[in-house]
């Protein structure tokens, strides 16, 4: 519990979490108006997943929030002050992905209800009630997905050290290699579906309900085999593999 | 009681601190010397459990740094003062220290008032200036009230209000009967703050003693003796128990004051052109012992003294 206090006060006494904070809602909520405000009843009525269109740009900035969490930790030798106050790394690393990864999860939760609260609030006449699992997966489920590539990203941040390093391996990788791996010949397809960020995606927007579901609303589907919950189990048990490889470099490395 | 042994770190084939061995006594301050380069501060990060040593190890009161409990309430250290968040305040920066090892809330605001920070314990420590930095970083390291502390070159950069201020603040903790390390390349400095003195050179221990001791060699008196036939003096000085070294086209000779060698070389009936007493100062002792250990020389003929040459540290 101390390691946690201690993390919470480092985390919100530097400004980059708040202003992560603050873009990551403006930009999830702002997407959840504009579709709400452009949607056409006659083309493509508004729905539940189409309020969380901006889902995919809070992450990025979400991961990046976590990733400064650390690295300006290296980048300003203060890990080496936390190292000299609490020599035990592994739990000092393990209590900073869960604040961060707590963080990220409220973070997902305002920005996803907000979303949906005020695409609700533009198209009162829609019906966005929350009924299905699908639903309560696509709105609540950005939570969890938050939190869990925070933790993937504080581990790549502890790995790489460097702000601009990790944030761009997290960035290269989430938005040009995922996507991209698809253009590989013959098993492009298959590889995809294996990638971690779009397994996590699996969750959030997996398994739709197929008279609400249209594929041009929403965040793009996950094609991930795997059912939404195996999905992000899968993803969970990546973050945490992550996190212990970096919790071993950590503590064998000079700090 | 802070115990070296064998301690070793290298770095690829580059040995930063080799087989070093040395004891810095409890209730007392000792300095930490060396030039630059000599490996001090990696010798200070092996002690505090931030480096892995490649062989020995350290122990503080019989422990590792890293199987101590709550370290701040044993050991205090200040590495770099720069090693704080710019944008946190000073009293968040103790705060989360004080928070890592249980300690009182209150005891951040002591420690701000012990070093003078009170006034700007809200604003961000990014905007302070070296003086307020290290101030800070010793208000960090006294949070725990530890017995032990370690200072890397603590007067690094300061002004000489500064620097006093740093003097002053060894003093009283050794006072407190705390047992205080202290890194410096300048002996002058460690000669006012230390009574203990490790010495290292290229990682290498070069010698430990008392401060006293260890001046008392440095200055050691010598006299310079130049004449155009000087055999016979030689010869009657080895025998009355002085050390001789040739200087160019004259003799050092220590052991023996200028009265007496005057008296000598009368009996022996040299021709002296030059009796004069030659008093070694610190630096120069110091560049003596360490001379053959600096890692990276200057080829600079008739170079200034290293009192004026090392403004810089790490």
């Known amino acids: ?255 | 009681m802070i115990e070296a042994v064998g301690l070793t770190k290298s770095y690829g084939k580059t040995l930063a601190v080799d087989n070093l061995s040395f004891s810095v006594p409890t209730g007392r301050v000792t300095g930490f010397l060396g030039p630059n380069g000599a490996g001090k501060s990696t010798t200070m990060r092996m002690i505090l459990g931030l480096d892995t040593p490649t062989g020995g190890s350290a122990l503080i009161d019989g422990k590792r740094y890293r199987d101590l409990h709550q370290p701040l309430r044993t050991v205090g250290a200040l590495l770099d003062a720069k090693w704080v968040h710019p944008n946190r305040s000073a009293r968040a920066h103790l705060q989360w220290l004080a928070r890592s090892n249980k300690l009182p809330a209150k005891r951040v605001d002591e420690v701000l008032e012990i070093v003078g920070l009170t006034a700007v314990a809200g604003k961000r420590a990014g905007g302070f200036s070296l003086g307020m930095s290290q101030r800070l970083g010793i208000a960090a390291a006294l949070l725990g009230d530890p017995q032990v502390l370690l200072f890397d070159e603590p007067v690094n950069g300061l002004d000489p209000e500064g620097i006093l201020w740093i003097r002053k603040f060894m003093h009283r903790l050794a006072e407190e009967g705390r047992t205080v390390f202290v890194s410096s390349h300048l002996l002058s400095e460690m000669a006012l703050t230390a009574q203990e003195l490790v010495v290292i050179g290229r990682g290498k221990l070069i010698s430990q003693s008392s401060t006293e001791d260890f001046v008392a060699q440095a200055t050691e008196n010598t006299v310079l003796v130049r004449g155009p036939q000087l055999g016979h003096l030689r010869t009657a000085l080895g025998q009355a128990g002085a050390s001789v070294r040739d200087e160019g086209a004259g003799l050092v000779v220590s052991g023996m004051d200028c009265a007496d060698i005057g008296e000598l070389a009368a009996r022996t009936q040299t021709v002296l052109h030059e009796l004069s007493p030659q008093r070694g100062s610190l630096e120069e002792a110091f560049m003596q012992l360490t001379g053959d250990s600096v890692e990276y020389h200057t080829e600079i003929a008739d170079a200034p003294t290293p009192a004026t040459l090392v403004p810089a540290g790490k």
């Open chain 1, 1 to 255: 519990m101390t390691l946690l206090a201690v993390e919470r006060i480092k985390l919100f006494t530097t400004r980059s979490p708040w202003w992560c904070t603050l873009i990551a809602l403006v930009l999830t909520i702002g997407f959840g108006a504009l579709m709400a405000g452009t949607s056409d009843e006659a083309i493509a009525p508004l729905n539940v997943a189409a309020t969380q269109f901006g889902y995919g740009f809070g992450l990025v900035v979400v991961m990046v929030m976590a990733t400064l969490a650390i690295t300006t930790e290296y980048r300003f030798s203060t890990i080496r002050a936390t190292f000299l106050a609490v020599p035990n790394r592994p739990s000092t690393l393990v209590a900073k992905a869960t604040v961060v990864a707590v963080l990220a999860a409220v973070v997902g939760e305002i920005a996803a209800f907000g979303s949906w609260g005020i695409a609700g609030a533009i198209k009162p006449n829609v019906d966005l009630a929350i009924n299905t699992a699908y639903e309560w997966r696509a709105v609540a489920g950005v939570g969890l997905v938050y939190a869990l590539s925070a933790v993937v990203a504080v581990a790549v941040g502890v790995l790489i050290r460097h702000s601009a390093g990790a944030i761009a391996v997290l960035l290269i990788w989430n938005q040009l290699v995922e996507p991209l791996v698809q253009l590989i010949p013959r098993v492009g397809d298959d590889i995809h579906k294996w990638m971690p960020f779009n397994i996590a995606n699996k969750l959030v927007t997996g398994n739709p309900d197929p008279t609400t579901r249209d594929v041009l609303q929403g965040p793009p589907p996950s094609d991930a085999v795997l059912g939404p919950w195996p999905a992000i189990g899968v993803f969970a048990a990546f973050a945490a593999v992550l996190l212990g490889i970096a919790i071993v470099v950590a503590n064998r490395r000079d700090a």
